[in-house]
């Protein structure tokens, strides 16, 4: 296979998993090595949480302002579960700029985000929020937020490579269900229903690594990074507990796994086609990734080596089933 490296990578679990912890632990291995040993290659990274803690942000000062907020009644989940399927074609967007390398010149990032945050949604089947706003609080909101709308456009422009030869594009995102819901979800819940939300040049060139904790173990672990001071860090954010309960209170990907028609891969009917999806399993129940939150030089090196053997254990898995073409059937 060329270059012998995934060309995308679903990193996906609960929230406090290990995900950000691993994605940063794979961005400090010397590249040869990562390509040589996890199938790796430099890492170009996707993520859907800066636009959840913009949709929260968006909603706090509409709030600030009288109106009423778009996205999240509160603390509580999503007003509307199909924007889990905005978050997905948020991702979709941000994988075609990158691989287009599409920079886009606005003269105001904030309604640029509003415009696509209307246009992804549109797409999961919702009627547009940010575009029927007055003017007057429209453009109120913009400039409050232009400053950090600007700095996540600028990163993304700065994330484009001059080649993806030896490249793995990460795309990090966290899919669950209610607490003590049954198997399989249903509705917006799920990866069962946000994995067909990906775009085919995602599907057909993807492999899952799932990062395996309990509900509880997230919860803990969310509870334990969260830093009021630092909401935005993929790092130290922490989700709420109404959130963690009513959409995190559980996952369906083992009950996916389990249920595929190929062993070792997931089964997504998406796009008229059906795809299989290797993946690989990060067993994190027994907590192998929090010290990865420090910095690399003050990493312990046996656990590294314990993360080191796990990684690549799910990897290996992944790679025995990746086709250099795609997934489909």
């Not at 990090?172 to 607490?179: H, I, L, S």
């Not at 690549?312 to 073409?325: C, E, G, I, N, P």
């Amino acid at each position: 296979m060329k270059n012998n490296v995934f060309k995308v990578v679903l990193l996906q679990a609960l929230p406090a998993s290990g995900k950000s912890e691993v994605r940063n632990f794979m961005a400090h291995v010397e590249p040869g090595r990562l390509q040589e040993e996890f199938h790796i290659g430099e890492n170009l990274q996707l993520d859907d949480f800066p636009y959840v803690h913009m949709m929260r942000r968006i909603d706090n000062e509409l709030q600030a302002m009288g109106q009423e907020r778009v996205f999240y009644p509160g603390e509580e989940p999503f007003k509307d579960g199909r924007d889990w399927g905005t978050l997905c074609n948020l991702l979709n967007e941000d994988y075609h700029d990158l691989m287009n390398r599409n920079v886009i010149k606005t003269d105001s990032a904030a309604k640029l985000l509003f415009d696509r945050l209307d246009r992804a949604g549109l797409a999961a089947g919702i009627k547009p929020r940010m575009g029927l706003l007055k003017e007057e609080i429209r453009d109120k909101l913009a400039s409050i937020l232009e400053k950090e709308a600007r700095i996540m456009l600028n990163e993304k422009h700065a994330g484009y490579p001059e080649s993806f030869e030896n490249k793995t594009i990460i795309i990090e995102c966290a899919r669950g269900g209610p607490d003590g819901a049954s198997m399989p979800l249903t509705g917006t819940f799920g990866y069962q229903y946000s994995l067909p939300m990906f775009c085919p040049e995602i599907l057909e060139n993807a492999v899952i690594l799932y990062i395996w904790v309990t509900p509880e173990e997230s919860r803990r672990k969310n509870a334990d990074r969260a830093d009021p001071n630092d909401p935005g860090s993929n790092l130290h954010h922490g989700v709420p507990m109404a959130v963690m309960l009513g959409d995190y209170g559980c996952d369906d990907m083992e009950y996916l796994i389990k249920n595929t028609d190929v062993e070792d891969t997931v089964t997504v009917k998406a796009h008229g086609t059906t795809y299989h999806v290797p993946i690989g399993v990060f067993d994190n129940r027994v907590d192998k990734t929090s010290f990865l939150r420090s910095e690399p030089d003050k990493w312990d090196k046996d656990k590294v080596a314990e993360v080191t053997k796990a990684i690549r254990q799910a990897t290996d898995a992944m790679f025995s089933h990746y086709k250099t073409t795609n997934n489909k059937k």
